[in-house]
């Protein structure tokens, strides 16, 4: 269901706020680590972003909890992290902070007490880090540790990173590298012959529309959580196929 732009603005005002907040604080969670020491395992996830290196997120990259991920919503996220070293002894000496981005969801496993190994479990406010950006915080055997966090905005190298996947009637853009909030909260697309079009969240960032582009150049309009709008004309040629990936030069 496209929502109007009434309920939109005031979605990306809430979400602005929230971030706003974040940012002026730090906040009390918990980390633990997973993906192996070179972060193989970390790809893929339920974000959508595919290989981490290509999206343009490397190693230093997080799943969040239930209570952090919002059904996806949060995917791209960046936070910065620090070891409460006021709670326990298994901090890496120096108080060294690490940033990372939200590429994964870390599942919630009832069948453990949420404070005996269901970490992700709601309500809980937990970070599964890839294992070498929490080897910069975390003593290894330590297996959790308590930290604090806040949301920062996102560092990136180039351009917006657009994948084009589907099929005639059916286009599934993944929309990654994105700096500044970092979270997309809207996005259009528009073909040589069309007017804009609202998409709706498919999964991750993965972005749905229902027309039938074939043949004309694609432009997006890209909206994220802190309020900003960029538009990316002509991103994709004529004969753009489905597979292929489009960087222009615009980032936030």
């Not at 560092?155 to 599934?172: A, C, D, H």
């Not at 969240?201 to 004309?216: D, V």
Request: one cysteine or more; charged letters at 10%.
């Amino acid at each position: 269901m496209k929502r109007p732009p009434e309920v939109l603005l005031f979605l990306s005002l809430f979400s602005f706020l929230q971030l706003r907040g974040s940012m002026a604080q730090w906040i009390p969670a918990t980390a633990t680590f997973y993906g192996g020491a070179d972060a193989s395992a970390t790809m893929g996830g339920a974000c959508g972003y595919g290989n981490l290196y290509s999206a343009g997120y490397g190693v230093f990259t997080t799943a969040l909890s239930t209570a952090l991920f919002n059904n996806g919503g949060m995917c791209g996220a960046c936070y910065q992290i620090k070891c409460d070293s006021t709670k326990t002894q298994w901090c890496k000496p120096g108080g060294k902070t690490i940033a990372v981005t939200a590429t994964n969801f870390c599942p919630p496993n009832y069948a453990l007490a949420s404070n005996n190994g269901g970490w992700c479990n709601p309500p809980r406010q937990h970070f599964d880090i890839a294992q070498p950006a929490w080897d910069v915080i975390g003593v290894h055997r330590a297996g959790i540790i308590p930290v604090v966090y806040k949301r920062v905005r996102c560092q990136r190298q180039g351009g917006i990173r657009f994948q084009v996947n589907g099929n005639p009637y059916f286009e599934l853009v993944s929309i990654s590298n994105v700096s500044g909030s970092g979270v997309i909260c809207a996005v259009w697309i528009k073909g040589s012959k069309t007017d804009w079009m609202l998409m709706t969240r498919n999964w991750g960032m993965n972005w749905q529309s229902g027309a039938y582009l074939n043949g004309q150049t694609l432009s997006f309009r890209v909206r994220t959580d802190d309020g900003k709008t960029l538009t990316f004309y002509n991103v994709a040629p004529s004969n753009w196929y489905f597979g292929s990936t489009y960087t222009p030069k615009l980032n936030f």
